[in-house]
């Protein structure tokens, strides 16, 4: 493998007709020059370089050479350049796979952050729920996630394989009604109505409030459209429970809500792989953490 150093030298000679300019050019003493051109001929089998009179010019071999190493060089310059330009903040690019409510209340608010703090930072947002973050996370195909887990329900988080959970905020569930639907502040006094529910997830954890209060939710619909849920409880179709970013992402008016006491879910920062992570993801990880003591400050 050639040396970037000695072909430095050789770019060095061709730009500036002689080894002296060269090493002139470079800051090195003429010795050194002469000491990487013959190594380069050694390793490469090849003459580069001819005495003409009292200077020197370079073979074809030579003019070969030197022309690829100006293109190696400048790759090699400007990759040094992008690192620093990451390293810092200056520029890059960070991959985020959010569930819909926290892309549409955390996500906000850290982009806000991140263009007073880091203006130079590109953030690529991904829609995806907790099991296809995740997914998204081990492909490679995103840098960091915001996911969600209840703790009251067995089997939902997920999979010891490398992702790294960081608790981020505590989002309290709310139990959310029409206008026409019996009172009650809590899921025990609404045994007897239609239940609408979201993910595997968030079906998990109604269904184990409900089994906490000793009965069976009747589920009509699920979807994880928190707009399309609000539609149908206002219409009087049903009654639902939600947590608080997907009611301060959208709030129909014609729901009415109750926060339901002793709940809530977990929202994560979920990483793939070992610290020490790149200085962009931090800062991304970073203002998320800034946005959710905006957005859910008391917790």
């Not at 390793?43 to 010019?57: K, M, W």
């Not at 003019?63 to 810092?88: C, H, N, Q």
């Amino acid at each position: 493998m050639i040396d970037p150093r000695r072909l430095e030298a050789l770019v060095a000679v061709h730009r500036t007709g002689s080894v002296s300019a060269a090493a002139a050019a470079l800051h090195y003493g003429q010795p050194t020059i002469s000491h990487h051109l013959r190594r380069l001929e050694a390793e490469t089998g090849s003459v580069l370089l001819q005495r003409v009179g009292r200077g020197v010019r370079l073979t074809d071999d030579g003019l070969r050479l030197a022309r690829r190493g100006e293109e190696i060089l400048g790759l090699l310059a400007r990759a040094d350049e992008e690192l620093t330009a990451a390293t810092s903040l200056q520029a890059g690019r960070v991959r985020l796979a959010a569930f819909p409510s926290a892309a549409a209340t955390l996500v906000p608010a850290a982009v806000a952050a991140l263009a007073a703090q880091a203006p130079g930072l590109a953030l690529e947002l991904l829609e995806a729920e907790p099991p296809e973050a995740g997914d998204l996370l081990r492909a490679g195909r995103a840098d960091l996630a915001l996911t969600f887990g209840y703790e009251r329900v067995e089997g939902t988080g997920d999979p010891d394989d490398g992702l790294a959970h960081e608790p981020l905020v505590a989002d309290p569930l709310h139990l959310v009604v029409g206008p026409d639907a019996p009172p009650a502040d809590s899921v025990a006094g609404l045994r007897d109505v239609r239940w609408i529910t979201g993910c595997e997830r968030c079906r998990g954890e109604l269904v184990a409030l409900c089994a906490q209060a000793g009965f069976e939710p009747r589920i009509g619909f699920a979807s994880d459209d928190y707009v399309a849920v609000q539609a149908l409880v206002a219409s009087g179709f049903g009654v639902t429970v939600l947590p608080g970013l997907a009611l301060r992402a959208h709030r129909h008016p014609g729901v009415h809500t109750r926060v339901l006491a002793g709940t809530a879910r977990t929202v994560r920062l979920t990483s793939y792989g070992a610290p020490p992570r790149p200085a962009s993801v931090d800062a991304v990880a970073g203002a998320l953490r800034q946005a959710a003591h905006l957005v859910v400050p008391d917790r």
